[in-house]
């Protein structure tokens, strides 16, 4: 069974930073590519970064592109994302994914963390 | 403002058929398949349908996806209370080289 469980979550201060972490089991990590989704309070779910199985191909959202960076440890069987210059509108519910394949789009969810931007 | 659009809410009595719409570009839904989510008060989104029509495992066939040019639909027949939820269409994007969420469509079964 795929296993998400993300973690790093919390109250920062604008212009702080947090690194997020999804540890994965359940299946082979570094076969397949993984998102990153968020959800703001009362709001719609939002893309935000996907990485490749190997890593070395990476894509962001433009309202992200700059401050997270994504990035993944096959040998842990972990995402991250490091978040950088963190603004209010970043406060939201951040759901790490896997990817079915391709372009498909993401099957298997985590139950999310929740990082409020907030002085 | 979402780049494929939903309805914000859909209605209809137990038992009858409700269909949701999403409406996007050639850059999305036009070249690229299309996903459906189901999200229930404080959970995370569950797939529903992926590839436009087909159901994973476990999904009953109640759930339908459809999909014809820029546009693609979701059924679902034989509406039950436990059916109320956010529904959300996806799809990757060839332009924004991103996926593209739908803004959600809430269903309440009167």
């Known amino acids: 069974e795929v296993q998400l469980v993300e973690s790093g979550g919390g109250l920062v201060k604008p212009g702080g930073s947090l690194r997020l972490s999804c540890l994965a089991s359940?299946?082979?990590?570094?076969?397949?590519?993984m998102s990153w989704v968020r959800q703001a309070p009362g709001k719609g779910l939002e893309w935000i970064s996907a990485i490749s199985g190997s890593g070395d191909v990476t894509y962001y959202s433009e309202s992200v592109k700059g401050r997270f960076t994504v990035s993944r440890d096959n040998s842990d069987s972990t995402l991250f994302l490091q978040t950088a210059g963190l603004r209010a509108e970043d406060t939201a519910i951040y759901y790490c994914?896997?990817?079915?394949?391709?372009?498909?789009?993401?099957?298997?969810w985590g139950q999310g963390t929740l990082v409020t931007v907030s002085s | 403002q979402s780049v494929l659009t939903q309805p914000p809410s859909a209605s209809g009595t137990p038992g009858q058929r409700a269909t949701i719409p999403c409406s996007g570009s050639?850059?999305?839904?036009?070249?690229?398949?299309v996903n459906w989510y189901l999200q229930l008060p404080g959970t995370a989104p569950k797939l529903l349908i992926y590839m436009n029509s087909e159901r994973p495992s476990g999904v009953p066939d109640r759930f339908s996806g459809s999909k014809s040019g820029t546009s693609a639909s979701l059924a679902i027949s034989g509406l039950q209370s436990e059916d109320e939820a956010d529904y959300y269409c996806a799809a990757w994007d060839d332009s924004l080289k991103g996926w593209v969420f739908g803004g959600g469509t809430r269903v309440t079964v009167l």
């Open positions: 359940g299946f082979t990590f570094s076969a397949y590519a």
């Open positions: 994914a896997k990817v079915l394949g391709g372009y498909v789009g993401m099957d298997s």
């Open positions: 050639n850059s999305n839904i036009g070249n690229n398949p």
